[in-house]
Protein backbone atom coordinates (compact mmCIF):
# COMPACT_ATOMS: atom_id res chain seq x y z
CA UNK A 1 0.00 0.00 0.00
CA UNK A 2 1.49 3.57 -0.77
CA UNK A 3 1.48 6.28 1.95
CA UNK A 4 0.06 9.26 1.43
CA UNK A 5 1.25 12.42 3.78
CA UNK A 6 0.12 11.73 7.45
CA UNK A 7 0.84 14.52 9.65
CA UNK A 8 0.71 12.72 12.95
CA UNK A 9 3.27 10.15 11.92
CA UNK A 10 5.77 12.43 9.70
CA UNK A 11 7.61 15.30 10.92
CA UNK A 12 8.83 18.08 8.85
CA UNK A 13 11.72 20.69 9.15
CA UNK A 14 10.25 23.97 9.65
CA UNK A 15 11.83 25.65 5.91
CA UNK A 16 9.94 23.42 4.26
CA UNK A 17 6.45 23.73 5.47
CA UNK A 18 6.39 27.20 3.53
CA UNK A 19 6.45 25.67 0.31
CA UNK A 20 3.08 23.22 1.27
CA UNK A 21 1.68 26.80 1.97
CA UNK A 22 2.49 28.67 -0.88
CA UNK A 23 0.06 25.71 -2.99
CA UNK A 24 -2.83 26.26 -0.45
CA UNK A 25 -2.65 29.91 -0.38
CA UNK A 26 -3.64 29.93 -4.29
CA UNK A 27 -6.99 28.93 -3.56
CA UNK A 28 -7.78 32.75 -2.48
CA UNK A 29 -5.68 34.46 -5.24
CA UNK A 30 -7.30 36.48 -7.38
CA UNK A 31 -5.50 39.07 -10.46
CA UNK A 32 -6.65 41.96 -7.96
CA UNK A 33 -4.63 40.83 -5.23
CA UNK A 34 -1.73 40.67 -7.41
CA UNK A 35 0.55 43.81 -8.06
CA UNK A 36 1.26 44.51 -11.57
CA UNK A 37 4.36 45.58 -11.11
CA UNK A 38 5.34 42.16 -8.66
CA UNK A 39 4.20 39.61 -11.35
CA UNK A 40 3.32 35.74 -9.29
CA UNK A 41 5.19 33.02 -10.53
CA UNK A 42 4.84 29.36 -10.83
CA UNK A 43 7.73 27.56 -9.61
CA UNK A 44 8.59 23.86 -9.51
CA UNK A 45 9.51 22.75 -5.83
CA UNK A 46 12.65 21.57 -6.49
CA UNK A 47 14.26 24.44 -7.39
CA UNK A 48 12.29 26.55 -4.24
CA UNK A 49 16.28 27.77 -2.70
CA UNK A 50 18.27 28.49 -6.20
CA UNK A 51 14.93 30.52 -7.55
CA UNK A 52 14.71 32.21 -4.52
CA UNK A 53 18.66 33.55 -4.29
CA UNK A 54 17.74 34.17 -8.55
CA UNK A 55 14.87 36.87 -7.75
CA UNK A 56 17.20 37.85 -5.03
CA UNK A 57 19.88 38.86 -7.35
CA UNK A 58 17.35 40.19 -9.99
CA UNK A 59 15.90 42.35 -7.40
CA UNK A 60 19.07 43.44 -6.38
CA UNK A 61 20.31 44.50 -9.88
CA UNK A 62 16.60 45.85 -11.39
CA UNK A 63 14.85 47.27 -8.36
CA UNK A 64 11.86 45.00 -9.06
CA UNK A 65 10.14 42.48 -7.27
CA UNK A 66 8.81 38.54 -7.98
CA UNK A 67 6.33 37.13 -6.21
CA UNK A 68 7.25 33.12 -6.31
CA UNK A 69 4.81 30.12 -5.18
CA UNK A 70 6.34 26.33 -5.17
CA UNK A 71 4.80 23.36 -5.56
CA UNK A 72 4.06 20.24 -8.04
CA UNK A 73 3.87 21.39 -11.78
CA UNK A 74 1.44 19.01 -12.02
CA UNK A 75 -1.16 20.64 -9.93
CA UNK A 76 0.17 23.92 -11.37
CA UNK A 77 -1.14 23.13 -14.57
CA UNK A 78 -4.61 22.92 -12.85
CA UNK A 79 -4.62 25.70 -11.11
CA UNK A 80 -3.74 27.83 -14.15
CA UNK A 81 -6.32 26.40 -16.40
CA UNK A 82 -8.57 27.29 -13.49
CA UNK A 83 -7.72 30.60 -13.67
CA UNK A 84 -5.14 31.09 -11.33
CA UNK A 85 -3.34 34.63 -12.41
CA UNK A 86 -0.02 33.63 -12.94
CA UNK A 87 2.31 35.49 -15.38
CA UNK A 88 5.41 33.11 -15.56
CA UNK A 89 5.90 29.11 -14.64
CA UNK A 90 8.87 27.32 -14.25
CA UNK A 91 8.15 23.76 -14.38
CA UNK A 92 10.22 20.81 -13.55
CA UNK A 93 9.81 19.14 -16.79
CA UNK A 94 8.63 19.87 -20.33
CA UNK A 95 5.60 17.81 -20.77
CA UNK A 96 3.68 20.63 -18.43
CA UNK A 97 4.40 23.20 -20.14
CA UNK A 98 3.50 21.51 -23.34
CA UNK A 99 -0.07 20.60 -21.60
CA UNK A 100 -0.31 24.59 -21.33
CA UNK A 101 0.27 25.70 -24.99
CA UNK A 102 -1.05 23.12 -26.67
CA UNK A 103 -4.21 24.68 -24.26
CA UNK A 104 -3.40 27.94 -25.61
CA UNK A 105 -2.53 29.47 -21.88
CA UNK A 106 1.32 30.52 -22.57
CA UNK A 107 2.47 32.77 -25.04
CA UNK A 108 4.62 30.06 -26.84
CA UNK A 109 6.62 26.96 -25.96
CA UNK A 110 8.75 28.68 -24.07
CA UNK A 111 12.63 26.92 -22.98
CA UNK A 112 14.47 25.10 -21.27
CA UNK A 113 16.34 26.83 -18.06
CA UNK A 114 17.70 24.03 -16.30
CA UNK A 115 18.15 20.44 -16.60
CA UNK A 116 17.59 18.52 -13.10
CA UNK A 117 19.56 16.07 -11.66
CA UNK A 118 18.50 13.25 -9.11
CA UNK A 119 19.40 12.33 -5.63
CA UNK A 120 19.60 8.87 -3.64
CA UNK A 121 19.42 9.97 0.02
CA UNK A 122 18.87 8.90 3.73
CA UNK A 123 19.05 10.30 6.95
CA UNK A 124 22.12 9.93 8.84
CA UNK A 125 20.67 7.72 11.06
CA UNK A 126 19.40 5.34 8.56
CA UNK A 127 20.90 1.56 8.03
CA UNK A 128 20.73 2.03 4.37
CA UNK A 129 23.88 2.16 2.68
CA UNK A 130 24.21 4.87 -0.31
CA UNK A 131 25.25 4.28 -3.51
CA UNK A 132 24.87 5.23 -7.26
CA UNK A 133 23.73 1.85 -8.22
CA UNK A 134 21.38 1.18 -5.86
CA UNK A 135 23.08 -1.63 -4.16
CA UNK A 136 22.33 -0.49 -0.53
CA UNK A 137 18.81 -0.56 -1.07
CA UNK A 138 18.38 -3.72 -3.05
CA UNK A 139 20.33 -5.40 0.14
CA UNK A 140 18.31 -3.80 2.73
CA UNK A 141 14.99 -5.27 0.80
CA UNK A 142 16.47 -8.40 0.09
CA UNK A 143 16.98 -8.78 4.14
CA UNK A 144 13.78 -7.52 5.06
CA UNK A 145 14.50 -3.78 6.68
CA UNK A 146 12.55 -1.51 3.68
CA UNK A 147 9.74 0.05 6.20
CA UNK A 148 9.15 3.25 4.03
CA UNK A 149 10.88 4.95 1.33
CA UNK A 150 9.68 8.69 -0.05
CA UNK A 151 9.50 9.86 -3.51
CA UNK A 152 7.29 13.14 -4.93
CA UNK A 153 4.00 11.77 -6.53
CA UNK A 154 4.84 10.54 -10.15
CA UNK A 155 1.32 11.18 -10.93
CA UNK A 156 1.77 14.52 -10.90
CA UNK A 157 5.51 15.46 -9.82
CA UNK A 158 8.18 15.51 -12.30
CA UNK A 159 10.71 13.98 -9.98
CA UNK A 160 8.78 11.48 -8.73
CA UNK A 161 7.94 9.93 -12.59
CA UNK A 162 11.94 10.03 -12.80
CA UNK A 163 12.54 7.69 -9.15
CA UNK A 164 10.34 5.59 -10.26
CA UNK A 165 11.95 5.30 -13.82
CA UNK A 166 15.10 4.64 -11.51
CA UNK A 167 13.59 2.06 -9.20
CA UNK A 168 11.89 0.33 -12.18
CA UNK A 169 15.23 0.20 -14.07
CA UNK A 170 17.35 -1.50 -11.18
CA UNK A 171 14.36 -4.11 -10.51
CA UNK A 172 12.97 -2.32 -7.50
CA UNK A 173 9.79 -1.07 -8.22
CA UNK A 174 7.56 -3.97 -7.18
CA UNK A 175 9.07 -4.00 -4.28
CA UNK A 176 9.46 -0.79 -3.21
CA UNK A 177 6.14 0.24 -3.88
CA UNK A 178 4.05 -1.23 -1.20
CA UNK A 179 6.67 0.95 0.91
CA UNK A 180 6.40 4.01 -0.70
CA UNK A 181 5.23 7.36 0.77
CA UNK A 182 4.56 10.15 -1.15
CA UNK A 183 4.86 13.76 -1.27
CA UNK A 184 3.01 15.90 -2.93
CA UNK A 185 5.99 17.49 -4.51
CA UNK A 186 9.52 17.14 -4.63
CA UNK A 187 9.92 19.37 -1.46
CA UNK A 188 7.64 17.59 0.56
CA UNK A 189 9.02 14.10 -0.37
CA UNK A 190 12.75 15.85 0.62
CA UNK A 191 11.46 16.17 3.70
CA UNK A 192 10.08 12.74 4.09
CA UNK A 193 13.21 10.80 3.10
CA UNK A 194 14.94 12.98 5.79
CA UNK A 195 12.50 13.03 8.61
CA UNK A 196 13.48 10.15 10.47
CA UNK A 197 10.47 8.70 9.58
CA UNK A 198 11.80 6.70 6.70
CA UNK A 199 14.63 5.36 5.62
CA UNK A 200 15.45 6.90 2.54
CA UNK A 201 14.07 8.25 -0.61
CA UNK A 202 15.04 9.45 -3.99
CA UNK A 203 15.29 13.25 -4.54
CA UNK A 204 16.46 16.47 -6.17
CA UNK A 205 19.64 16.86 -6.39
CA UNK A 206 19.47 20.89 -5.83
CA UNK A 207 17.59 19.82 -2.74
CA UNK A 208 19.58 17.22 -1.29
CA UNK A 209 22.38 20.15 -1.48
CA UNK A 210 20.67 22.47 0.90
CA UNK A 211 22.21 23.20 4.18
CA UNK A 212 19.19 22.05 5.86
CA UNK A 213 19.14 18.38 4.32
CA UNK A 214 22.91 18.45 4.50
CA UNK A 215 23.05 18.75 8.38
CA UNK A 216 20.33 15.92 9.07
CA UNK A 217 20.76 13.71 6.20
CA UNK A 218 23.77 11.98 3.61
CA UNK A 219 23.32 11.56 -0.63
CA UNK A 220 24.76 9.87 -3.82
CA UNK A 221 23.67 11.24 -6.74
CA UNK A 222 22.00 8.70 -9.34
CA UNK A 223 23.72 8.37 -12.59
CA UNK A 224 21.56 10.69 -15.82
CA UNK A 225 21.82 7.50 -17.52
CA UNK A 226 18.89 5.32 -15.45
CA UNK A 227 15.99 7.78 -16.01
CA UNK A 228 14.89 10.20 -19.35
CA UNK A 229 16.43 13.75 -18.72
CA UNK A 230 14.87 16.16 -16.74
CA UNK A 231 14.75 19.33 -18.88
CA UNK A 232 12.68 21.86 -16.93
CA UNK A 233 11.17 24.39 -19.13
CA UNK A 234 9.84 27.57 -18.77
CA UNK A 235 7.13 29.65 -19.97
CA UNK A 236 5.27 33.40 -20.04
CA UNK A 237 1.92 33.46 -19.51
CA UNK A 238 -0.46 35.56 -21.99
CA UNK A 239 -1.19 38.07 -19.19
CA UNK A 240 2.73 38.15 -18.46
CA UNK A 241 3.62 41.68 -17.49
CA UNK A 242 7.08 43.23 -18.20
CA UNK A 243 8.69 42.40 -15.08
CA UNK A 244 7.52 39.02 -15.77
CA UNK A 245 9.38 39.01 -19.28
CA UNK A 246 12.24 40.34 -17.27
CA UNK A 247 12.53 38.15 -15.02
CA UNK A 248 12.12 35.07 -17.63
CA UNK A 249 15.01 36.74 -19.27
CA UNK A 250 17.11 37.17 -16.56
CA UNK A 251 16.52 33.26 -15.73
CA UNK A 252 18.62 32.56 -18.67
CA UNK A 253 21.29 35.15 -17.95
CA UNK A 254 24.65 34.16 -16.62
CA UNK A 255 24.56 35.62 -13.02
CA UNK A 256 21.12 32.50 -12.92
CA UNK A 257 22.95 30.52 -14.41
CA UNK A 258 25.88 30.38 -11.74
CA UNK A 259 23.25 29.51 -9.26
CA UNK A 260 21.32 26.74 -10.95
CA UNK A 261 24.74 25.46 -11.62
CA UNK A 262 25.71 25.79 -7.47
CA UNK A 263 22.61 23.39 -7.18
CA UNK A 264 23.50 20.58 -8.81
CA UNK A 265 21.27 21.13 -12.23
CA UNK A 266 23.28 20.39 -15.24
CA UNK A 267 22.93 23.80 -17.83
CA UNK A 268 21.31 24.23 -21.12
CA UNK A 269 23.87 25.47 -24.22
CA UNK A 270 22.04 29.18 -24.25
CA UNK A 271 22.45 32.12 -22.17
CA UNK A 272 21.46 35.75 -22.41
CA UNK A 273 23.15 38.64 -21.23
CA UNK A 274 22.97 40.40 -17.96
CA UNK A 275 19.57 42.32 -17.90
CA UNK A 276 19.91 45.80 -16.55
Partial sequence: MIHFFNRLSLKFYTGGISALLAIISLIGFSSASIASDTPAIAAAANIQFAVAEIATRFQQQTGLSVRLSY??????????????????ML?????????????????????IYAIGRLALAAPKSSPLILDPE????????????LSRFAIA?????????RAREVLKAKGLWDAVQPKLILGENASQA??????????????????ALTPEFIKRGNYVVIPDALYQPINQRMALMPNASETA????????????????????????????SKVD
Avoid at 71 to 88: D, M, R, Y
Avoid at 191 to 207: A, C, E, K, R, W
Avoid at 248 to 271: I, K, R, T, W
Fill in 71 to 88: GSSGNFVTQIKHGAPFEL
Fill in 91 to 111: SADEDYIDILHQAGLTQNKGI
Fill in 134 to 145: LVGLTQLINDGK
Fill in 153 to 161: NPDHAPYGE
Fill in 190 to 207: AQFTISGSTQGGIVPLSL
Fill in 245 to 272: ERFYQYMQSPDAQEVLSQFGFNLPVHVV
